[in-house]
């Protein structure tokens, strides 16, 4: 039992230091150090509008890299196709 209040007393003790700290450090008044800013000599390029051709024509041949073949499984017209509007 004495040990328990012993243990209670020095995690008070701990807590209380360590909170202290924290307020203390949190109000320290920290110097602002002004850094001179090095400036640099840009160039400046006036942007202008211009029409960009949006497709691309490429000559060539397609193929296809596999063939298969594809039947239907009935043979016959097919008399109605019906849509939805």
Do not use: H
């Amino acid at each position: 039992m004495c040990e328990a209040r012993s243990l209670i007393k020095r995690f008070r003790l701990l807590l209380i230091i360590s909170i202290l700290l924290f307020l203390v450090t949190g109000c320290v008044d920290e110097k602002v150090v002004a850094v001179a800013e090095k400036t640099r000599q840009v160039t400046v390029v006036t942007v202008e509008n211009q029409t960009i051709r949006e497709s691309l024509i490429y000559t060539g041949f397609v193929s296809a890299s596999q063939i298969i073949p594809v039947s239907f499984s009935v043979d016959g017209k097919v008399d109605v196709f019906n849509v939805k509007d």
